[in-house]
Nanobody, 126 residues
Framework: QVQLLESGGGLVQAGGSLRLSCAASGRTFSSYAMGWFLQAPGKEREFVAS????????YYADSVKGRFTISRDNAKNTVYLQMNSLKPEDTAVYYC???????????????????WGQGTQVTVSS
């Protein structure tokens, strides 16, 4: 069982920055790929960024490339999403997810993630 707890969301003006954190429980966090997804009102959950279990491979949605950075600290069981140059269209609930298979590779596919956090709201004002 893996429990994920996101933090760091909030209200920010366009052009600003936020850093989301996702703290994971369990001893096997370091062997799981992790991902960030977002869901805007009335829309399906969509991929934002992912990182492999060892941190060597990362993927980003085209809409966030060059602005967002995913990273992980396995010693702290935490994955981060640094969000810069935020735009109003980035407004959504952001979810952290774990792909809980041994030494899993990063994935952009929502249903390949087994565990999800409760989400944190990010609101970007124009």
């Amino acid at each position: 069982q893996v429990q994920l707890l996101e933090s760091g969301g909030g209200l920010v003006q366009a052009g600003g920055s936020l850093r989301l954190s996702c703290a994971a429980s369990g001893r096997t966090f370091s062997s799981y790929a992790m991902g960030w997804f977002l869901q805007a009102p009335g829309k399906e959950r969509e991929f934002v960024a992912s990182i492999s279990w060892g941190g060597c491979t990362t993927y980003y949605a085209d809409s966030v490339k060059g602005r967002f950075t995913i990273s992980r600290d396995n010693a702290k069981n935490t994955v981060y999403l640094q969000m810069n140059s935020l735009k109003p269209e980035d407004t959504a609930v952001y979810y952290c997810a774990a792909r809980a298979t041994w030494r899993s590779s990063a994935s952009v596919v929502v249903h390949e993630y087994n565990y999800w956090g409760q989400g944190t709201q990010v609101t970007v004002s124009s």
